[in-house]
């Protein structure tokens, strides 16, 4: 019968690259809010200089899916965030 038990140092070592996986989504995720967030200034600017409705309407779509890609980012973030205070 062979043993299946995984030892302590590869219990520990399974943690650590846990750890260094939620590190990068981390990162990856506030980026992408920040990313999000400089994209409203675009956002602002190309409604300033809409020529007409449909336009308007366009960009309103885009800044809508923008700020719903920021919130799930936002969100992701906030999952991760007490790993990476703890452990990281």
């Not at 779509?61 to 990476?84: A, G, P, W």
């Amino acid at each position: 019968m062979k043993n299946t038990q995984r030892q302590p140092s590869e219990l520990l070592q399974g943690f650590l690259n846990y750890i260094d996986q939620v590190k990068s989504e981390y990162e990856m995720a506030r980026e992408a809010v920040g990313k999000e967030d400089k994209r409203l200034q675009d956002f602002l600017h190309e409604l300033e200089f809409a020529e007409d409705k449909a336009e308007r309407n366009k960009i309103a779509t885009k800044f809508q899916r923008s700020r719903q890609e920021r919130r799930r980012q936002k969100d992701e973030v906030q999952r991760l965030e007490l790993l990476v205070l703890l452990y990281g």
